[in-house]
C-alpha cells in the first residue's frame, strides 16, 4: 500500500505522483500501453459508470483530431450547449486535457478525484492515460455536460476512450504513425481507428483513400452504422487563406456554407470540412440545434473558446516565430503546405522528437536550405539532439544541437534576422517547452 494513502496532497504533489505512480506513454513508450480495456472498464465502474451519464461525440484518427476536436467544442459552446472536452496529451499544463466550455478542470477536482481513486489505482495499477480518461468522464458526468467531445489518445479499437457510446464517431484522416503498436498498412492502422464505430451510430471519416475506405464501409456495416465520407457531403468546397483566417465555402444540395476559422494554416482545410460534415449530422440527428450563427462564431473562436495551443502558432514577430507540433510523415506534410504559403527571407528550424517516430520519413520532406537547430525532448522518450543531427545529415540537413528547446529558441532568435521565419517543430514535448507557461 502507497505511503500517499496516508498524506493529503497538493496540487503539485498530486501530479507528481500521477506522473511517477502511472505508466506515463509520454514518457515511456510502448510499455505503458495497456492493449485492453480491462483497468478502463475496472475504473468506470468504481465511479458508477461516469462515461454512461452524458451524450458524446469520439474523435480518432492520425492526424487532425485535436483540431477537429477543439473545433466542435467551440462551436457547441456558441450553440448554448455546456460542453466538456478531452484530448491529450496537454502541453503547459495537465488541466488542459479536461476543459468545460474552455476552463480547465480545477486543481481541487484533480486532488479530490486522486484521493478518491487512489485505493484503486494501488489495487489496479492503471496507466496514467487510463486514469485521466476515467477523471475526465468522472468530471463530465458531475458536472452534467451537454455534450462531451472525447479525443482517443492512441488507435481507437483498444483506446481507453473506446468505452463510451457516443451520438457521432469521428475519424479524420489514416496515415503512418506508431506503426508498431498499430500496424503497417494503412489498412491495418484503419482497422484500429475503426474500432469507434459503434452500433447504430453515424460515423465520419475525414479523409477518403483506397486503401482504407473499404475498411471504414465494411466496419460500419458490420455494426448498421451509416458512414459518411466528409467529401462527399459538399458538392463544392474550396479554402482561401487569409493571415487571421482560413475562410472556408462548402456547398450541400440543401445549403451554402461560408465559414472564417482562426487556425488559419492551409492544412485546416480539411478538418473544417470534416467538423462542418460532423455539425451537419448534428443538426439531421434532431439531438442538437445548430444554427449557422453558432457555426460561424464557433470557427472564429477556436483558439479563444477553448484555448488550443500548438497548431501553427505565432509566439512571436520580427522574426516570426511560429510553433507546431506536426510529428509525422503527414503532419509534417501539412506544415510545409503552410511553409508555402509564408513570405520571409531565411528560414529557422528548431526540430527536436522522439525516438519511437519514423525519423527518417520525416527528415527526407524537410527543406535543405533551413538553418537548424537540433533539440530534444526533455523526457525519457526523447531522440538525443546529437543522434538527430547526424540522422539529418544524411538528408542535407545542417545545424547544431542545442539539447533544451528553450535555449535552441533563444540562439535561433539571436542569429535571425526581422524578416526571417523560425519554426519549432517535432514533437508535442519540444513545443510545450517553448510555450508560455501557465
Same mark, same amino acid.
Given at each position: 500500500? *502507497?505511503v ?23 514518457? !515511456?513508450? %510502448? ?27 469520439? !474523435? ?10 477543439? @473545433? ?8 448554448g ?7 491529450s496529451?496537454?502541453?503547459? +499544463?495537465?488541466r ?6 474552455g ?5 481541487k477536482? /484533480? ?15 492503471? *496507466? ?8 475526465a ?16 489518445? #492512441? &488507435? ?6 473506446n468505452? !463510451? ?13 506508431h506503426?508498431? #503498436? ?6 491495418e ?7 469507434i ?18 475498411v ?17 457531403? =459538399? ?7 487569409t ?47 445548430i444554427? %449557422?450563427?453558432?457555426l460561424?462564431? &464557433? =470557427? ?6 477553448t484555448q ?12 516570426? $516565430?511560429?510553433?507546431? $507540433?506536426?510529428?509525422?510523415?503527414? &503532419? ?14 531565411? #528560414?529557422?528550424?528548431v526540430?527536436?522528437?522522439?525516438k519511437?517516430? %519514423?525519423?527518417?520519413?520525416v ?6 536550405d533551413?538553418?537548424y537547430? =537540433?533539440?530534444?525532448?526533455?523526457l ?23 539539447p533544451?528547446?528553450? +535555449? ?5 532568435i539571436?542569429?535571425?534576422?526581422? %524578416?526571417? #521565419?523560425?519554426?519549432? @517543430? &517535432?514533437?508535442?514535448?519540444? /513545443? ?7
Open positions: 500500500m *502507497s500517499y494513502l496516508c498524506i493529503q496532497m497538493n496540487y503539485q504533489e498530486t501530479l507528481d505522483y500521477l506522473y511517477h505512480k502511472l505508466p506515463m506513454f509520454s514518457r !515511456i513508450g %510502448d510499455a505503458a500501453i495497456k492493449k485492453d480495456l480491462t483497468n478502463t472498464i475496472a475504473l468506470c465502474e468504481a465511479l458508477n459508470h461516469p462515461e454512461h451519464q452524458f451524450k458524446s461525440i469520439h !474523435i480518432a484518427g492520425t492526424n487532425g483530431k485535436g483540431s477537429v476536436a477543439h @473545433m466542435l467544442a467551440s462551436i457547441l459552446q456558441e450553440a450547449y455546456k460542453t466538456g472536452l478531452y484530448t496529451p496537454h502541453l503547459t +499544463d495537465f488542459e486535457r479536461i476543459k468545460i466550455n476552463k480547465p478542470c480545477s486543481e477536482f /484533480v486532488i479530490d478525484f486522486t484521493k478518491k481513486i487512489q485505493p484503486h489505482i494501488e489495487a489496479i495499477a492503471p *496507466s496514467f492515460f487510463e486514469i485521466t480518461v476515467a477523471m468522464f468522472d468530471f463530465f458526468a458531475k458536472k452534467k455536460v451537454d455534450i462531451a467531445i472525447i479525443e482517443t489518445g #492512441l &488507435g481507437g479499437r483498444l483506446d481507453s476512450t468505452v !463510451i457510446s457516443p451520438v457521432l464517431s469521428v475519424i479524420t484522416n489514416i496515415s503512418f504513425d506503426q508498431h #503498436l498499430l500496424g503497417n498498412t494503412l489498412a492502422i484503419a482497422a484500429e481507428k475503426a474500432g464505430i459503434k452500433l447504430s451510430t453515424p460515423v465520419v471519416i475525414g479523409r477518403r483513400h483506397p486503401e482504407t475506405d473499404t471504414f464501409e465494411k466496419k460500419a456495416t458490420s455494426v448498421y452504422a451509416k458512414c459518411f465520407f466528409a467529401e462527399d457531403m =459538399f458538392a463544392a468546397y474550396s479554402t482561401v487563406s493571415p487571421r483566417f482560413l475562410i472556408a465555402d462548402a456547398v450541400t444540395t440543401e445549403q451554402t456554407y461560408n465559414v472564417c476559422c482562426d487556425l488559419q494554416a492551409v492544412y485546416q482545410q480539411e478538418n473544417i470540412r470534416t467538423a462542418l460534415a460532423a455539425v451537419i449530422l448534428l443538426n439531421q440527428s434532431g439531438q442538437f440545434t444554427s %449557422d450563427k453558432a460561424q462564431i &464557433g =470557427f472564429s473562436s477556436v483558439r479563444k473558446n488550443l495551443q500548438g497548431r501553427w502558432q505565432l509566439l512571436d514577430t520580427h522574426p516570426k $516565430v511560429v510553433a507546431d $507540433v506536426g510529428h509525422n510523415e503527414d &503532419g509534417v506534410r501539412h506544415i510545409l503546405s503552410q511553409l508555402k504559403e509564408e513570405q520571409y527571407s531565411q #528560414l529557422h528550424i526540430i527536436g522528437v522522439v519511437d517516430k %519514423d525519423v527518417k520519413a527528415l527526407a520532406l524537410l527543406p535543405k533551413a538553418v537547430y =537540433f533539440t530534444e525532448p526533455q525519457p522518450r526523447k531522440l538525443e539532439a546529437e543522434v538527430l543531427q547526424q540522422a539529418a545529415a544524411a538528408f542535407g540537413l545542417q545545424g547544431e544541437t542545442i533544451h528547446p528553450k +535555449d535552441a529558441l533563444g540562439i535561433a539571436s542569429r535571425a534576422k526581422a %524578416d526571417d #521565419l523560425i519554426l519549432v @517543430m &517535432g514533437s508535442f514535448f519540444v /513545443v510545450s517547452e517553448v510555450l508560455p507557461q501557465a
